[in-house]
């Protein structure tokens, strides 16, 4: 009918990156599902998760991948961004490390996908105060030179999780 005849013209696929432990998984699964796992394990190969959304009273599928931030539990890469319209790039802000190869996820993610492809550069962990290696300053800093939106969450504590999706996705529209 009519209605999935619209569903089907707004079906965005979004992919999931960063380093391994940034909290990934869960951000997806705090937002698809309302799950948070405190002791979660690797991703391995790739897992997606479709989540409808309203965004200016139309209704948008969101495909969302996320695989694994480790090397070798990584599928095929020219196939995960393939036909990606829109990049989460994660870092966790108690770990400087995670922030510092922010660089490589950007480049990989240029290679593989179309130019004018939207990014949200997202701070996770929020929480865990008193651990924040990486000023808020910091991540908007290199947002900004970057071009890339930003914004900082907690998948543990449901802050600002929905928000970095549909910003994502508001953009992407
Ligand atoms: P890979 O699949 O290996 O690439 O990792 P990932 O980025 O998917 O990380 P994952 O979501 O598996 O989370 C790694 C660990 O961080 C788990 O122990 C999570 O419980 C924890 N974690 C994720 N998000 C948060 C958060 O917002 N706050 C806190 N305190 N812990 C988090
Ligand atoms: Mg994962």
Redesign the pocket.
């Known amino acids: 009918n009519g209605d999935e005849q619209q569903d089907q013209d707004y079906l965005f696929k979004i992919v999931m990156i ?10 997806l ?1 705090r937002f698809a599902r309302n799950e ?8 391995i190969g790739v897992e997606f998760q479709t989540q409808k959304m309203q965004i200016d009273g139309k209704e948008i599928k969101a495909q969302i991948w ?5 090397e070798r ?1 990584r599928a095929v890469t020219s196939a995960y961004y393939r036909g990606a319209v829109g990049a989460l790039v ?1 870092y ?1 802000i108690c770990r400087r490390q995670t922030f510092d190869s922010i660089g490589r996820w950007l480049n990989e993610l240029h290679t593989h996908s179309d130019m004018n492809v939207v990014i949200i550069l997202v701070g ?5 105060k008193d651990a924040r290696e990486v000023g808020t300053a910091e991540g908007k800093a290199l947002a900004e030179a970057q071009g890339l939106f930003f914004i900082e ?5 449901d802050s600002n999780v929905a928000a970095a999706f549909q910003t994502l996705v508001k953009e992407i529209y």
């Not at 948070?36 to 991703?43: A, L, Q, R």
């Not at 996320?66 to 480790?70: E, F, L, R, S, V």
């Open positions: 960063g380093d391994s432990a940034v909290g990934k998984s869960n951000l699964a948070f796992y405190p002791n979660s394990k690797s991703t996320d695989t694994a931030g480790q539990f994660v966790d996770n962990k929020t929480d865990l969450t907690s998948a543990l504590d």
